[in-house]
């Protein structure tokens, strides 16, 4: 079993930045893929970015040029920089991961709050 835990959230201002943490835990070495999703309030939780397998890395396009995805050097903490915030970005950022060589993500962290308002 994997255990994820995110922190790093908090309030900001539109433009400024905010470096978000995912700690793994247990079983870390099945960990195949990592990311980001948020949902905002009244919405749908979404997308955001994946650190993969093989290095490579994916974005929604709401967020692609704007955050960064990367994991540590030991693989089991994953980061998201998140760079020019807009209010559009305020949600709960959740940390996910697939175990294996599958896709589907199946470990959840607890989410950490992002609020982008002036």
């Known amino acids: 079993q994997v255990q994820l835990v995110e922190s790093g959230g908090g309030l900001v201002q539109p433009g400024d930045s905010l470096r978000l943490s995912c700690a793994a835990s247990?079983?870390?070495?099945?960990?195949?893929?990592m990311g980001w999703f948020r949902q905002a309030p009244g919405k749908e939780r979404e997308f955001v970015a994946s650190?993969?397998?093989?290095?490579?890395?994916n974005y929604a396009d709401s967020v692609r040029g704007r955050f960064t995805v990367s994991r540590d050097n030991t693989k089991s903490t994953m980061f998201l920089q998140m760079n020019s915030l807009k209010p559009d970005d305020t949600g709960v950022y959740y940390c996910a991961s697939s175990e294996a060589t599958s896709t589907n993500y199946v470990n959840w962290g607890q989410g950490t709050q992002v609020t982008v308002s002036s």
């Open positions: 247990g079983r870390t070495s099945f960990i195949y893929v």
């Open positions: 650190s993969l397998w093989n290095g490579g890395t």
